[in-house]
């Protein structure tokens, strides 16, 4: 299990940076709960916040509370201030780049760029300081400093919810990787095997919904099937589901069939009527 505190900068009577209608706690605060809910995509991560609302606390009661939880990693949200532009975070300052925690900032670092390259954001760098929030945590610890709430090209970029979720996505992508956390499968149990009798005012559509399973499944047990024109009375098969994958961002069939030891092309199979091309995150697809 891997525990991971996150930390939103500031609140409550502390609001942090200012500037451009902007306040730096609000911003760490939804930045927060964007990484909390994306790592829930994830097998084996427990998440204890700092905050979950605008209360204040001072740096002691953050680190306190991660130390005292026992957490594996402690990453700070924190918007810039100071009149510059870009990305930039920092570790402990007594250690090196090629440190334990200094591998785990390189990867996360490369993750958050990568999703803000789309948003021209200028990267400035992997750094280091001797920070309260880094020097007092026992576990490996990340703050992170994400565009200048003073500079308006930046603040612009802040008034977007889909920069709020790159950013985000970027860190929650690099704690995944260097954690080696893996994208969680949903177990849905067996759906029932039989036959299904088709009833007035059905659809496949609704018939794939009563019996647990997709329209694509029922169209694979049914070969020739045209579901414009499903004969009242005429027998369905209904196979077994095992397993439902959530597609995540970025996945191709070739990846998850590399992940779960699935034999190439099995779900192009499974799946005849997706597009592999226009996968969408959060979509469920049947994988055995
Ligand atoms: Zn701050």
Redesign the pocket.
């Known amino acids: 299990m891997a525990k991971i505190f996150i930390d939103a900068?500031?609140g409550g009577t502390d609001p942090?940076?200012v500037g451009n209608g902007l306040q730096?706690k609000v911003l760490t605060l939804t930045i927060a709960k964007k990484i909390e809910s994306l790592l829930k995509n994830y097998e084996n991560v427990s998440v204890k916040m700092s905050r979950t609302s605008d209360t204040t606390l001072s740096l002691s009661q953050r680190t306190d509370a991660a130390n005292a939880w026992g957490s594996d990693f402690f990453l700070s949200v924190?918007?810039n201030a100071g009149g510059g532009t870009g990305y930039e975070d920092y570790r402990y300052n007594t250690l090196t780049a090629t440190s334990a925690t200094g591998k785990v900032q390189s990867t996360i670092h490369s993750a958050v760029m990568a999703e803000l390259k789309a948003f021209n954001v200028i990267d400035r760098g992997a750094k280091s300081a001797n920070f309260h929030v880094l020097r007092e945590t026992n576990s490996p610890a990340l703050l992170s400093e994400n565009l200048f709430i003073d500079t308006k090209v930046d603040a612009n970029l802040l008034k977007r919810n889909d920069v709020l979720d790159a950013i985000a996505r970027g860190h929650v992508e690099g704690l995944a990787k260097a954690l080696g956390l893996k994208k969680k499968v949903i177990e849905v149990g067996k759906a029932q095997s039989g036959s299904y009798t088709v009833a007035q005012g059905d659809t496949l559509w609704s018939i794939a919904q009563t019996q647990g399973v997709t329209v694509d499944q029922l169209k694979t047990w049914n070969a020739g099937i045209n579901p414009n024109a499903l004969q009242i009375g005429s027998k369905l098969n209904i196979g077994v589901t095992i397993q439902i994958y959530n597609i995540q961002k970025g996945d191709i069939f070739w990846d998850i069939e590399e992940k779960f030891n699935i034999k190439h092309g099995t779900l192009e199979k499974l799946n005849p009527s997706v597009n592999v091309n226009t996968l969408q995150v959060g979509q469920t697809i049947p994988i055995r």
Request: hydrophobic fraction near 30%; avoid cysteine.
């Open positions: 900068g500031h942090g940076a730096e924190h918007i």
